[in-house]
């Protein structure tokens, strides 16, 4: 069942001369504590209504009705229930009303007495809330506003207690016979005038809560103004980063506002690694009658407490840096440094600068220690620094950290030039290597066209041989050519993939016939093909994965002697990939060339250049082609003459692909060629 009556209303209805007043849940909660002490100091009282919006706001008083069911005679608390709060009869009862009762916007507490009655009944004011911090929420709830009223007058205090009997009985018709009872007392006690409501309670209360409300609110000030003060000096800190580059020019901008916003006797800002020796102070801000650390050499390496704060790469303090041993933050205790003095008996640092706390905060990036920041106060003061202090100090670290990577990446510029020029003259280089592989083919050329054409009685078996050697320069030269532009037209992103769903054994078999067709005339080893038929389809452009199957059985072969073997093999590598290997016996690779061997024109020695030939486009083509395939290629080997195996992946179809995929273009099983080679 649910009422959507308000009590407060009724109650208004039938008192119209009453007038209600605006409280606020702080007020409400030192008013409703104070009613229930008055009740536990045993005034005598023999009713109590309590009433809760929620199960959770009940349960925070439990406790407390626990004692006053000991000394009222009949207790009511009710609430909506969002646990296991129920209708019972125990030491009190408790009546759990509908969540959409009226009931559920409102706040009553109503005590009746022979010596004593008040009665207190607020409904809640809607103010939307749109945090979810919870220390928001908690400073919302204590804000919460409600309408109602509060009076001790005996008439309204008992009409207030029938209106809520009334509810209590619709909610629990068994206790119609006890509240029956209690509607009798409350006839009787209409009668009684007096009322000995003793204030203290209440104006205790009161001045409890209003202490409270006055401290929480300097509390609130005094973080709004440390998050003002941090805002400003990032901000001071961030302004002076926009206006340069210059580390030097930025550390002299936030020592400064550092140090008067710390008011500290000293601060320093410096730069330093975390194998540095020492470090020279240029930047200082101090406080009066402090002497100055301006080009002083400051000990590090010997600095345990600079020691600590490379350890543990964040901020190390010491309240008393005059004790001796120190004991620092973990509990370590050590000997303060000791620092050369002009005379012939070392001086200790702290002792020498007069430091008595001592702040060391590292100014980070990616785990590198690139300065310092840190804070002195001298003298016999002690100074303990809260979390507002090392946060912000924290803040500024990172401010200057940015500023100083900035800075590197201005200052790394020029390097980057000489970087760009020498990678010129390396083009220039290689374009110069390619030239010779052009010019080499050419004179071969010529010179057999030349002997052709001055030679008309030449023997057919030579006049054969001069072609065959001009056919196959100019092979060599086309090829060339071909990649050249090949590995142009992939670097620059101008190809156009045709993915389709190709199973890889079709491949594996054009790119076998393609090797063996263009070296027909040369001995090739033994060349095994091992690709299951279960394996599923691959989505690729079949015309680009022949290439680099091509180019890879290419290179095994040009360095596999005839006597070798060749193997291709495929397998699933996880549920998306499919893994192809291209193993050889061959001259092998050396292991720290593994990655190198896809470098554009990459060649091995001189030797081995002149007996294998190539220009070293080969492997970079076959990476461009599968990266831009989806997959990515690498190579293994166990050194020279052990072989090597070359690997690459590409995706498979996956099933809702497989459906909408197009169908291979194929013509009597071999893929058609829609590009010009």
């Known amino acids: 069942m649910s009422n959507s009556t308000s009590i407060l209303e009724d109650l208004l209805q039938a008192l119209p001369n009453l007038r209600t007043q605006l409280y606020f849940k702080s007020s409400l909660t ?232 710390l008011r500290g006797c000293r601060c320093l800002i410096y730069r330093c690694k975390a194998t540095d020796e020492a470090a020279t102070i240029q930047h200082e801000s101090l406080g009066a009658a402090v002497d100055s650390l301006i080009g002083q050499k400051w000990l590090l390496r010997e600095n345990p407490l600079f020691q600590a704060v490379v350890e543990q790469q964040e901020s190390v303090y010491l309240a008393d840096a005059q004790a001796n041993p120190w004991v620092l933050e973990d509990g370590r205790t050590v000997l303060p440094p000791r620092s050369s003095a002009t005379d012939d008996q070392p001086e200790s640092l702290v002792q020498r600068w007069t430091i008595a706390s001592w702040l060391m905060v590292p100014v980070m990036h990616q785990n590198r220690l690139l300065g310092m920041v840190e804070l002195h106060t001298c003298g016999g003061t002690l100074h303990e620094w809260t979390e507002a202090e ?19 990446a201005y200052a790394n510029l020029e390097d980057l030039n000489q970087q760009l020029a020498a990678l010129d003259l390396t083009r220039s280089n290689l374009i110069a290597i390619t030239g010779h592989e052009l010019r080499t083919p050419l004179s071969t050329i010529q010179v057999c066209l030349e002997s052709l054409s001055s030679e008309p009685d030449m023997p057919h078996e030579l006049r054969q041989i001069m072609l065959q050697s001009a056919l196959s320069d100019t092979e060599r030269m086309r090829k060339l050519v071909q990649d050249f532009l090949t590995l142009s037209q992939l670097e620059s992103g101008r190809v156009q993939w045709h993915l389709e769903s190709l199973p890889l054994q079709e491949c594996v078999d054009l790119a076998l016939s393609s090797i063996r067709t263009r070296q027909r005339h040369s001995d090739l080893p033994e060349i095994t093909a091992q690709v299951p038929p279960e394996l599923p389809l691959v989505q690729t452009d079949g015309e680009w994965l022949v290439e680099v199957l ?96 070359f690997h690459f992946t590409v995706p498979i179809v996956h099933n809702g692909a497989a459906e909408k995929a197009p169908k291979a273009r194929t013509e009597r099983g071999k893929i058609v060629r829609t590009r010009s080679r």
Request: glycine share 6%; net charge neutral.
């Open 390 to 408: 090392l946060g912000l100090v924290d803040a500024i670290a990172a401010q200057i950290g940015v500023a100083l990577i900035q800075a590197e």
């Open 30 to 261: 030192a008013l409703s504590h104070a009613m229930e002490d008055q009740v536990l100091a045993g005034v005598g009282s023999s009713l109590v209504i309590a009433s809760f919006q929620r199960e959770r706001f009940y349960r925070q008083e439990a406790h407390r009705y626990l004692r006053i069911s000991e000394q009222a005679e009949q207790v009511y608390v009710l609430a909506a229930p969002e646990t296991d709060f129920a209708n019972r009869s125990d030491q009190y009862e408790t009546i759990a009303f509908a969540p959409t009762d009226a009931l559920a916007q409102e706040w009553h507490l109503v005590v009746v007495g022979a010596r004593y009655a008040a009665c207190l009944l607020c409904r809640e004011k809607q103010v939307p809330v749109s945090t979810t911090d919870s220390t928001m929420q908690l400073a919302t709830d204590q804000a919460r506003r409600f309408e109602g009223i509060w009076t001790f007058d005996r008439q309204t205090v008992c009409m207030a207690a029938e209106l809520l009997l009334d509810r209590i009985v619709a909610y629990r018709p068994e206790l119609a016979t006890k509240i029956a009872q209690a509607k009798n007392q409350l006839q009787i006690d209409r009668g009684i005038r007096a009322n000995d409501a003793d204030p203290e309670p209440f104006a205790e209360r009161l001045v409890t809560y209003l202490q409270a409300g006055q401290y929480k609110l300097l509390k609130a000030y005094r973080s709004i103004a440390a998050k003002e003060r941090k805002e400003r000096l990032v901000n001071s800190i961030t302004a002076a980063i926009r206006r340069s580059l210059n580390p030097e020019e930025i550390f002299a901008v936030a020592v400064q506002e550092l140090g008067q916003a």
């Open 550 to 645: 091509s180019k890879l059985l290419d290179n095994a072969c040009k360095f596999t002697a005839p006597q070798g073997r060749v193997v291709i093999q495929a397998h699933q590598n996880g549920g998306k990939m499919l893994e192809v290997t291209v193993a050889d016996t061959g001259r092998g690779i050396e292991p720290n060339r593994l990655e190198t061997v896809f470098d554009r024109f990459y060649q091995e020695e001189g030797a081995l250049r002149r007996t294998a030939g190539g220009t070293g486009l080969g492997l970079a083509i076959c990476r461009q082609i599968v990266t831009g395939l989806g997959g990515r290629i690498w190579a293994e080997s166990d050194g020279k003459d052990q072989g090597s195996k």
